[in-house]
Each structure stands twice: as C-alpha cells, then as structure tokens.
C-alpha cells in the first residue's frame, strides 16, 4: 500500500508517519472494522468527510502532531498516535491519545509504534513530557502505557466528556529522562 513511503523513525516490524488525506478510506475502513475494540473509549471519525476534518487539524495544527503506525510489511496503517495539546516554553508537554486497530491488536505492534512517537516527541518534537489520560476500565489501553515505561501519577474525576457523560481518567506521564536507552 504505503511500500514506499519513508518512516519518521522505524522499528523491527513498525515505522510511523504524519497523517496524509490520501489515508482517509484506510483509516475510515479500520475504524469502521474496530468499532467493538474502541468504543465506549474512542470514537475516532468513520467517513471520509469526517477523516479529513481530523486529519487536517492534526496537519496544520502546531499544538498537535498525528502519527500513522504503518505495518512495514505491506504499509497498512495499524493504529494511530496523535500529540494534542503541545505546550511549549517552560511545560515542553503534549497528550497522548492512541488507538489499535482490530487487525492488529494484541500483536505488539502498538507497543512498539508508540515507543517511536515517544522518542521523537523528545528528540525532534523537543519535548520533555508526555501525559496520557485513561478511563481506569481501559484495561488495554493502561497496559500499553505501562509497557511503554509510563508511570501513574494520579487520579483526575470527571476530566474528559466523552460518549455524553463526564469521564474519570487516570494520569500516565513519562518524561525525556525515563526512556530507557
């Protein structure tokens, strides 16, 4: 699909890139195939209309940075990872939020895309701090942030509204000197 695209960075089965509006029935396809893994958690769009009205503020924005994890074999995007919320000046902080797709759950893929987006947030993004906010029942999503060396920091009630209630959030954060090298 994607075979000759060039990667942001790369790992042994993943490499990631920026959102393109080429991407939108792609991305609108999987989502629609996920439906059951994301929601109540996540509802990213599922039309094309809407895939691009996203995929541009994730483009043009400079408070965000999306990212495409792209299986390397084949190129089919296997989840995203987008940085909203980028402070600069004395924070240097941005919000994580993610998501796998279904055919590529459970496969470590996300693990190690979202490894890459950790590194270059702190390498070419230049920041030094990195939050994800879950909703404490998001068992897989926890055990992602876990894996990828986030630590728990605390405990945020009613902090996103999300699927037309208030939603309870628990504090992931990793800084630039956690990574392990």
Not at 3 to 14: D, I, K, S
Not at 100 to 127: I, N, P
Not at 129 to 152: K, M
Request: aromatic share 12%; glycine share 12%.
């Amino acid at each position: 699909m994607h075979g000759t695209t060039e990667y942001l960075a790369e790992g042994p089965r993943v490499g990631i890139r920026h959102y393109t509006h080429e991407d939108g029935a792609e991305f609108t396809a999987r989502v629609r195939e996920s439906k059951q893994l994301h929601q109540p958690w996540l509802f990213p769009p599922t039309s094309t209309a809407a895939y691009s009205s996203y995929a541009g503020r994730l483009i043009e924005d400079p408070t965000k940075a999306g990212f495409l994890v792209c299986e390397k074999d084949g190129g089919g995007i296997a989840g995203f990872i987008n940085v909203n919320n980028i402070v600069e000046g004395a924070f240097l902080c941005g919000a994580l939020g993610y998501g796998a797709f279904a055919h590529a759950a459970g496969r470590g893929l996300m693990s190690e895309g979202l490894d890459l987006v950790v590194r270059y947030a702190f390498g070419r993004l230049g920041l030094h701090r990195l939050e994800i906010n879950v909703q404490p029942g998001n068992a897989a999503s926890i055990a992602l942030a876990r894996r990828c060396g986030f630590r728990l920091e605390g405990f945020s009630p009613e902090f996103l509204y999300i699927d037309g209630a208030w939603r309870d959030h628990e504090r992931w954060a990793i800084t630039a000197d956690m990574i392990r090298t």
